[in-house]
């Protein structure tokens, strides 16, 4: 039940093109749906998040569409890079104040944006 | 940059050995988080601290150990290094609000037990 399924594994996309990566999760005490980007060699980084209150947020070229009803949420890249050319990881938590809040990872996708 | 510094960069130890690792949170956030990051996997939360004491633990057992310090530093301990110890750990530091937090992640210590 804490577990959250991410997909697909691996992405290639156009440069110009739409990257959509998906996530699905089973534990609706889940509250915080966090989107991180990391490079080879770094830590990750926070890209954008969003809480259940909402179905959709949008930062730039990243989007965060959130199906609370499936207990699914994704991440669409616009107008892919080659400079997004990383791997994503999707994550939940449980917003402080009751259980710790770590954060449960998914398996993360390798994006690759061809030029 | 996220503010959040972890020394070493790269370790090499053998089995059985004991090893700590460094973080360095932001300023001012009162709550670091330990996650270790197996090579094409995702991160998986090892502990968190909260003002100095232990405020959670995921499914590492007790040779993995941690200390918070009041200057916002943090250690990772690990005990008794077993060869799937090899991996990059991570620490996260954040401000434990009502609001939530978000975590901040460092660049990792890329740990190998040979």
């Known amino acids: 039940q804490q577990q959250v399924k991410q997909s697909p594994q691996s992405l290639i996309v156009q440069k110009g093109g739409i990257s959509i990566i998906n996530c699905a999760y089973e534990n609706t005490a889940f509250d915080y749906f966090p989107w991180y980007q990391q490079f080879p060699g770094k830590g990750p980084a926070l890209l954008i998040a969003i809480r259940p209150d909402v179905s959709e947020k949008k930062e730039g070229r990243f989007t965060i569409s959130f199906n609370k009803s499936a207990k699914q949420f994704s991440l669409h890249i616009m107008d892919s890079q080659p400079g997004d050319s990383a791997t994503y990881f999707c994550?939940?938590?449980?917003?402080?104040?009751?259980?710790?809040?770590?954060?449960?990872f998914g398996t993360g996708t390798l994006l690759a944006v061809q030029p | 940059e996220t503010g959040v510094t972890q020394s070493p960069t790269h370790l090499i130890k053998t089995r059985g050995q004991q090893v700590t690792l460094r973080c360095s949170s932001q300023s001012g956030h009162n709550t670091v988080s330990w996650y270790q990051q197996a090579l094409g996997q995702g991160p998986q939360f090892i502990f968190q601290y909260y003002r100095e004491e232990e405020n959670g633990r995921g499914n590492f057992p007790p040779r993995f150990s941690g200390l918070q310090f009041p200057n916002y530093s943090s250690e990772l301990n690990v005990n008794a290094l077993e060869l799937d110890d090899s991996a990059l750990y991570l620490c996260?530091?954040?401000?434990?609000?009502?609001?939530?937090?978000?975590?901040?992640f460092g660049p990792g210590t890329r740990l190998l037990v040979l």
């Open positions: 994550a939940a938590s449980i917003e402080p104040g009751g259980a710790t809040n770590k954060l449960i």
């Open positions: 996260a530091s954040s401000l434990w609000s009502a609001g939530g937090e978000t975590q901040y």
